[in-house]
């Protein structure tokens, strides 16, 4: 089946970044996001788009929804709750949702069984990234989840346009478990990178140089070669992912590992790291919906 509308449901920095090459791959774009302005903005600069009708119907021709949002309690109120846009579509359509957002795994196997009672299927597909930036140029990395092979290939040109890798992990919420461990395995660099620089310093390493070692040899991670070569050195702090997303991403994990009966004492030895510099932070509202 040829896809031709596709809506798109949260325009924050992750998300006007991968909706922006949707558009450009020939699809109609109908976006929505919280701030009317941002979502009149995305729509005046990029081809084939226009802004979502306020309310659930303003999705009702789409052949695929995608949404990208704090949490998967935020991507449960967007799609099913007063104002849901599921209230808006039609079974017969074969509308299905796609969730690239960082959410529970088993929040999205929850949302999954309820929206398949209503006729409807969930794709979960988060995004990461080997490089910054990759997902303004369409060479991310999806991991996919699905209980429905004939759903993922239906999406597939979408996913393909959003992203240079695409992975299909196994069942629903397959994708957001992947998600999930990869943010953990990443946070953990952070906290040994950070150590590592500091204890370098006091010893009289130069960070600098610190880092060009790193990169060339098996200390090399995300963080070396992207974040804090380009904003932690230089101070600029602008790598554009919030402190309190990474906390919410954590936590997942350890709700990953909980359920599995999984014991690590590394989720909450991170997580205690991470809450040293909250307060001074002023922290923006991460739980907001469409």
């Not at 791959?25 to 600069?45: C, N, S, T, Y």
């Not at 369409?138 to 699905?146: C, E, F, K, P």
């Not at 999984?262 to 932070?281: A, M, Q, S, V």
Request: hydrophobic share 40%; proline share 4%.
């Amino acid at each position: 089946m040829f896809l031709k509308t596709i809506g798109y449901i949260g325009l924050g920095k992750a998300g006007a970044s991968m909706a922006s090459n949707i558009p450009r791959a020939g699809f109609r774009l109908i976006v929505r996001d919280v701030e009317h302005a941002r979502e009149q903005k995305f729509a005046e600069e990029n081809p084939n788009t226009s802004v979502a009708e306020a309310g659930p119907e303003g999705f009702r021709d789409c052949d695929v929804i995608v949404t990208m949002l704090p949490q998967g309690k935020v991507v449960r109120e967007v799609v099913l709750g007063e104002t849901g846009i599921a209230k808006g579509l039609k079974p017969a359509v074969g509308t299905i949702i796609v969730d690239t957002s960082s959410s529970s795994p088993f929040d999205t196997q929850s949302l999954g069984k309820d929206l398949e009672g209503l006729g409807f299927v969930l794709v979960d597909s988060p995004v990461t990234q080997a490089h910054l930036h990759d997902t303004d140029t369409g060479d991310a990395t999806l991991m996919v989840g699905s209980n429905s092979q004939e759903a993922v290939d239906k999406v597939l040109p979408v996913l393909q346009a959003m992203a240079k890798y695409v992975f299909h992990m196994g069942k629903l919420g397959a994708g957001h478990a992947m998600k999930t461990l990869n943010n953990y395995i990443s946070a953990a660099s952070i906290v040994a990178l950070s150590d590592a620089l500091v204890t370098g310093q006091k010893f009289g390493l130069d960070p600098i140089q610190m880092i060009d070692v790193l990169n060339v040899g098996t200390g090399r991670n995300f963080s070396t070669t992207n974040s804090y070569a380009t904003d932690a050195l230089s101070r600029r702090y602008a790598s554009g992912f919030q402190l309190a997303l990474l906390v919410k991403d954590i936590g997942i994990s350890k709700e990953l590992f909980d359920r599995l009966d999984f014991g690590t004492e590394l989720p909450d030895l991170i997580l205690k790291y991470f809450r040293i510099p909250w307060p001074f932070l002023i922290l923006q509202p991460t739980t907001r919906s469409c």
